[in-house]
């Protein structure tokens, strides 16, 4: 399985919104809604952002948000703060009953 | 409160099998639907999937590593633990476990753990 393909870097700048792009195939992203965000910040574990595409665990902010269109996932974060700049990763459940991880993307605030 | 820590060697020689156990706390994996996965990262790259042991002891493993790797569970004990066989440099990685709810969810993660492999 290969790993989901996410933009290497994106930025934004405090206030505004961005979006984070995950592609993979009907055998993964588009074919389950099994698809999940973390966020990391260096030197720490990952953080569940959003699981299940759209949800958010208890704690997260309403600012980060997910969905889906074909093969494609993403996350937007509105109202982009300094504590948003981190790393954000996005895993799928796959046909093969496995896990697949994206590459990640590296966030900055202008 | 769900706790996980993960423990195991920091350094091992090529060819050597690494041995790593995922301590944890706050829940049970005797109870229908929790799982424990495996997940590692290579210093400044993207997380990699490894393994997953579900309450029912099913087992998961990332296809490309599938020959190398096993993951076990003493539910008494409360860990799980993962074996990668014919270790590499290019496995030096922090390893990570993690509390896996729902579909492919891990919520609950470890602190994680470096590995490094070199002669």
């Known amino acids: 399985q290969s790993a989901l393909t996410q933009p290497a870097s994106v930025s934004g700048s405090p206030g505004q919104a961005i979006t984070i792009s995950c592609t993979g195939t009907?055998?993964?992203?588009?074919?389950?809604?099994?698809v999940s965000w973390y966020q990391q910040h260096p030197g720490k574990a990952p953080k569940l952002m959003i699981y299940?595409?759209?949800n958010r665990p208890s704690g997260v902010s309403n600012r980060f948000s997910g969905s889906t269109s074909g093969n494609t996932a993403s996350l937007t974060i509105s109202g982009l703060q300094a504590e948003d700049e981190a790393d954000y990763y996005c895993?799928?459940?796959?046909?093969?009953?496995?896990?697949?991880f994206g590459g990640g993307t590296k966030l900055t605030v202008l | 409160q769900i706790t996980l820590k993960e423990s195991g060697p920091t350094l091992v020689k090529p060819t050597e099998t690494l041995t790593l156990t995922c301590t944890f706390s706050?829940?049970?994996?005797?109870?229908?639907?929790?799982?424990v996965g495996w997940i590692r990262q290579p210093p400044g790259k993207a997380l990699e999937w490894l393994a997953l042991?579900?309450?029912?002891?099913?087992?998961r493993y990332c296809p490309s590593l599938k020959s190398r790797l096993t993951i076990n569970k003493d539910t008494s004990k409360n860990l799980v633990v993962l074996t990668m066989t014919n270790m590499d440099p290019v496995d030096t990685a922090t390893y990570y476990c993690?509390?896996?709810?729902?579909?492919?969810?891990?919520?609950?993660w470890g602190q994680g753990t470096l590995v490094t492999v070199s002669s």
């Open positions: 993690a509390h896996r709810w729902g579909m492919a969810v891990f919520d609950y």
């Open positions: 706050g829940f049970s994996l005797n109870t229908r639907g929790v799982g």
């Open positions: 042991i579900y309450w029912d002891d099913d087992k």
């Open positions: 009907s055998s993964d992203v588009g074919g389950y809604n099994f």
């Open positions: 299940e595409v759209s």
């Open positions: 895993s799928s459940y796959t046909s093969s009953t496995t896990l697949v």
